[in-house]
């Protein structure tokens, strides 16, 4: 079963369904959250654009949690403005800039907890201030650190990711009238950072380049680690040739930088010449990139409404990658062979799933689908 519905808005940023599979959608630029019912029937509105109590200025992200509230991260608040299950505004929970706030969230906990490995601290006074924005940490901590920001305004270190070591090479510079950037050296198939949280409030971690994924407690002690015995893809002259290409031709169909955003200052209008030299230090940087030795066997991580495990594999440039489903209790389910489903954006119950897409006339649409009960995945070897 699929139904498709377009968007009240240009820009849906998050989705979360209910129990009763009610779907709840963040529009960031409306500053509301649409609910639709499992049917695609408008339900309510909740909130909308503003810096007023309820109202929300940059909301990036929704959680339902154990109590039943709406959790909204604003990043223009730097905060979590709560919401009753019929859409009343409750509270709010502002988080203190100078000890470090999120600037991103990676999973909710039911506490309405954010893990997040995005930060950003403030420091300084007033006359002098300095803002130290960062993906890993909010200062000298080793590793990836990853952090949990609780409801009550306080971080604490949940657990710390393994760190490839820096790239080697020259920067990349590029630079125009009183502007200048440094491009640091880049290395292709690193191993990412994912992670994704299940309902008992353990944190699945995948931080290295093999098959595996750590279940993380509350205590940041590491108890299961799952486990496939999949040989890792070695990383050919003709895989590295691949990934160049692939990322010059994103690179050209990105179009050209001709102004600079930053967050809450109006845009600035970069020199002539700015956006040229710019695709051409990109563009630099591509061709001397240096390459891992193997190819990650995980690309993405996401926990289902029956705290399944759907794991994303990594594929070769311009390919398609499997999705193995596994349990916590290291029960391995089956594999989505590429091209069927990919993971999506939201889970739902009695196996709803919601993706968000782009229309051919280029508005945003939400795409939801029910997965037959008996359907059975493909699987590509009989045991794991």
Do not use: C
């Not at 993906?135 to 590793?143: A, I, S």
């Not at 949940?158 to 080697?168: K, N, V």
């Not at 999949?230 to 040739?241: E, G, Y």
């Amino acid at each position: 079963m699929g139904k498709t519905g377009r968007s009240s808005g240009p820009s849906l940023r998050d989705l979360v369904f209910n129990e009763a599979g009610d779907l709840f959608i963040l529009d960031e630029q409306a500053g509301h959250i649409v609910v639709l019912d499992r049917d695609g029937t408008y339900l309510r509105t909740i909130s909308r654009q503003g810096e007023g109590p309820g109202e929300l200025t940059d909301p990036e992200s929704i959680s339902l949690l154990a109590d039943g509230r709406l959790a909204v991260f604003d990043g223009g608040r730097s905060g979590i403005q709560f919401f009753t299950p019929e859409g009343a505004y409750a509270e709010s929970a502002p988080f203190d800039p100078t000890q470090g706030a999120p600037t991103g969230v990676g999973a909710w906990l039911s506490d309405g907890s954010i893990i997040t490995n995005r930060e950003f601290v403030v420091s300084g006074t007033a006359e002098s201030m300095s803002v130290s924005s960062s993906v890993g940490g909010t200062g000298d901590e080793p590793g990836r650190p990853i952090a949990r920001y609780r409801p009550e305004g306080t971080r604490e270190l949940l657990y710390t990711a393994w760190e490839p070591p820096p790239p080697t090479g020259d920067a990349a510079e590029a630079g125009g009238g009183s502007f200048s950037f440094n491009l640091s050296p880049v290395r292709a198939f690193d191993p990412g950072l994912h992670f994704a949280a299940l309902s008992d409030g353990r944190l699945a971690v995948v931080d290295s380049s093999g098959y595996r994924i750590k279940l993380i407690g509350e205590d940041g002690i590491v108890g299961e680690i799952l486990e496939r015995p999949l040989s890792p893809i070695p990383v050919t002259s003709a895989v590295r040739d691949a990934e160049r290409e692939r990322r010059l031709a994103e690179l050209e169909g990105s179009g050209d930088a001709t102004t600079l955003s930053i967050s809450g200052r109006p845009d600035i209008r970069m020199p002539d010449d700015f956006a040229s030299q710019l695709r051409e230090a990109f563009q630099a940087r591509i061709e001397r990139m240096t390459f891992a030795q193997v190819v990650p066997a995980i690309d993405a991580l996401a926990v289902d409404f029956e705290d399944r495990l759907w794991v994303a594999r990594t594929p070769l440039p311009d390919e398609e990658g499997p999705i193995d489903i596994v349990t916590p209790d290291a029960r391995y389910l089956g594999t989505i062979q590429p091209g069927g489903l990919r993971i999506p954006d939201a889970f739902g119950p009695d196996g709803l799933i919601a993706y968000v897409d782009t229309h051919d006339l280029g508005y945003p649409i939400v795409r939801v689908v029910q997965l037959a009960p008996d359907a059975q995945l493909r699987t590509e070897h009989p045991t794991p």
